[in-house]
């Protein structure tokens, strides 16, 4: 007898923490969607392909250089300091 009544709370308890949880539930799967729209209309913008592009070309320059040199480029004044004048 005494079981079955602590089954019960269980369950009440457990139904009870759902239905608390609920609203947070879904304000946080409504939060992420909206992000997420959000980051999609940035990425989509062309200004943001455009530094994109211009990022990825000049981490490709970086790279080459960095080959070349056999060393980091990362300012003019560390090139002269390594005495590699262009």
Known sequence: F???FGEFKSIDGTY???KLLEPFLSKRIYAFTKIRLEMVTIVAST???NKRSIA????AIYKGASAYYDKSISTSAN???NGCTA
Do not use: G, I, M
């Not at 990825?56 to 981490?59: D, E, P, T, W, Y």
């Open 2 to 4: 005494r079981t079955w």
């Open 16 to 18: 009870h923490k759902s």
């Open 47 to 49: 200004d943001f392909q």
């Open 56 to 59: 990825k070309a000049n981490q």
């Open 79 to 81: 090139y002269e300091k």
